[in-house]
């Protein structure tokens, strides 16, 4: 079956930066578009950087453009994003996740869903 885990996670003073890894199994990595999603706090669910199959392109959310850098290995089927100048507004919980269907706009369209991993910015 489809899984996708995250670790990484952790607690990181302002301007910091952590990395996420995301291992996939279960499916043809390098035939899927694949990206990192957050949630914080009584928001929603949003998609901040996602990658396209053989080299299909990368997106960004302008919250994130800049600081994140999404890349993929195909060969270990995983999935990173080094976070740098982390702010106190990229507080949640980070998903990795499939997407079903590439709009060359924004990242959406998830498939399946990892566990999630908690990024905490604060001093």
């Known amino acids: 079956q489809v899984q996708l885990v995250e670790s990484g996670g952790g607690l990181v003073q302002p301007g910091g930066s952590l990395r996420l890894s995301c291992a996939a199994s279960?499916?043809?990595?390098?035939?899927?578009?694949i990206g990192w999603f957050r949630q914080a706090p009584g928001k929603e669910h949003e998609g901040i950087a996602c990658?396209?199959?053989?080299?299909?392109?990368?997106l960004y959310a302008d919250t994130v453009k800049g600081r994140f850098t999404i890349s993929r290995d195909d060969g270990k089927k995983m999935l990173y994003l080094p976070m740098n100048n982390l702010k106190p507004e990229d507080t949640a919980v980070y998903y990795c996740?499939?997407?079903?269907?590439?709009?060359?706009?924004?990242?959406?369209?998830?498939?399946?869903w990892g566990q999630g991993t908690q990024v905490t910015v604060a001093s």
């Open positions: 990658i396209g199959r053989m080299f299909g392109g990368v």
């Open positions: 279960g499916f043809t990595f390098a035939n899927t578009q």
């Open positions: 996740a499939t997407i079903r269907v590439w709009n060359g706009r924004s990242c959406s369209s998830v498939g399946y």
